[in-house]
């Protein structure tokens, strides 16, 4: 079983960049649930999406943006990259985390440093 | 708005003794409540999960109590190991909702 993968697992990007970073789920795992923890505090919900569609967006600024492939992977999207933007991403994969909840699976992260 | 409360920030206890964390949460609507575990440079491991229809759950040396009228909900970990020590954080999930908060993370250290 793969579990949650994502990519890359480190980047380091200037002020003002853009970044992609990729999450595949579990395989049968239909929604992806992005999270942002910033060193010393609890993952911060940014955006889940299920059957390619959004079905939740946390409190971030409209620099992050994401999406879902029919094959169930995402990408998150961060624009304008700003010192406060490092942190490390973490991709949740689950059933349907909408229907009385199941655990998330996380991946790896992303750690993202900006410069 | 939704809120999710976690204490203590640091526990040190010794092997063997138990360990008690802590969460409050905000949101008297929310069902689910999940604990995870995550160690130092690895990714947060889900340990053991509520609802709301429970009061509590346990699993070999870990157990969760949910008390839904005092909106407060703990983990109890006995006979203490040094590899349970991690950063523990406790979520909660509302109804109708698709994100979890989470609390601000418990750093446990076992000291053999």
């Known amino acids: 079983d793969a579990g949650v993968t994502q990519s890359p697992t480190h980047l380091i990007k200037t002020r003002g960049q853009h970044v992609t970073l990729r999450c595949s789920p579990i395989?049968?795992?239909?929604?992806v649930s992005w999270y942002q923890q910033v060193l010393g505090q609890g993952p911060q919900f940014i955006f889940q999406y299920y059957e390619k569609e959004e079905r939740g967006r946390g409190n971030f600024p409209d620099r992050f943006s994401a999406r879902q492939f029919p094959n169930y992977s995402s990408e998150l999207n961060v624009n304008a990259l700003l010192l406060g933007d490092s942190a490390l991403y973490l991709c949740?994969?689950?059933?349907?985390?909408?229907?009385?909840?199941?655990?998330?699976?996380f991946g790896s992260g992303t750690r993202l440093t900006v410069v | 708005g939704e809120n999710v409360e976690q204490h203590p920030s640091t526990l040190s206890v010794q092997e063997g003794d138990s360990a008690v964390i802590k969460c409050t949460y905000s949101d008297s609507a929310s069902n689910y409540f999940p604990w995870y575990k995550q160690e130092l440079g690895k990714r947060p491991q889900l340990i053991i999960d509520?609802?709301?229809?429970?009061g509590e759950k346990k699993d070999q040396r870990i157990a969760v109590t949910l008390n839904k009228t005092a909106k407060h909900f703990s983990l109890h970990i006995t006979e203490t190991q040094p590899e349970d020590s991690a950063v523990y954080f406790c979520a909660a999930q509302s109804p109708g909702t698709y994100k979890y908060i989470f609390g601000t993370g418990t750093r446990l250290k076992v000291l053999a």
């Open positions: 509520i609802r709301s229809n429970v």
């Open positions: 949740a994969s689950s059933l349907d985390p909408g229907q009385g909840a199941y655990g998330y699976t």
């Open positions: 395989s049968g795992h239909k929604s």
